[in-house]
T-cell receptor
């Protein structure tokens, strides 16, 4: 158990819908990261927050957005869902911004039908 | 961006065998991690090793940062070692943020 929690574990929804994935970092960690794992793209970085502020952005679609709240938990919002958004979404956390080991949550498996 | 190449892509072993997995990267790094993704999809931290050598039980890892590669050694493999092994790096010259770039992984199957 890494100490990072994600909910829900599984999510099945239809095209065009909107969903919210939630992540709680390890106690004391200030950085939260979101990654997407799909069959064709592998594991890809989406976005990083550090102590409530956006720190780095990867190949995150405009239909996707995220935020980190004052209690340091984070949410990833996916809207106008397409079949290709079906993937395993991981949240990770680390103590600070750089030079820190990242620990991954169990992931949310999203299926878009 | 930084390129991460892992080899071999697939590896099949008999229980008890030893193996070496390799990770090559195209730029300087200040973070390198090895992960094991088990059949349930969980990513388990194995090593945080931007340089040097570390050992944890039957597993050990070495990163030679100046030559831009890292090796993961698995000795006396067990069926529970099966899964995908990922190498992930953070580019050293990146101004801010700590995004990890993942390789495509090595799929390891250990047969009884």
């Amino acid at each position: 158990d890494s100490g990072v929690t994600q909910t829900p574990k599984h999510l099945i929804t239809a095209t065009g819908q909107r969903v919210t994935l939630r992540c709680s970092p390890r106690s004391g960690d200030l950085s939260v990261y979101w990654y997407q794992q799909s069959l064709d793209q592998g594991l890809q970085f989406l976005i990083q927050y550090y102590n409530g502020e956006e720190r780095a952005k990867g190949n995150i679609l405009e239909r996707f957005s995220a935020q980190q709240f004052p209690d340091l938990h984070s949410e990833l919002n996916l809207s106008s869902l397409e079949l290709g958004d079906s993937a395993l979404y991981f949240c990770a956390s680390s103590r600070r911004d750089s030079y820190n080991e990242q620990f991954f949550g169990p992931g949310t498996r999203l299926t878009v039908l | 961006g930084i390129q991460v190449e892992q080899s071999p892509p697939d590896l099949i072993l008999q229980e008890g065998a030893n193996s070496t997995l390799r990770c090559n990267f195209s730029d300087s790094v200040n973070n390198l991690q090895w992960f094991h993704q088990n059949p349930w999809g969980q990513l388990i931290n194995l090593f945080y090793i931007p340089s040097g050598t570390k050992q944890n039980g039957r597993l050990s890892a070495t990163t030679v940062a100046t030559e831009r590669y890292s090796l993961l050694y698995i000795s006396s493999s067990q069926t529970t070692d099966s899964g995908v092994y990922f190498c992930a790096v953070k580019r050293g010259t990146e101004a801010s943020g700590s995004r990890l770039t993942f390789g495509e992984g090595t799929q390891l199957t250990v047969n009884p």
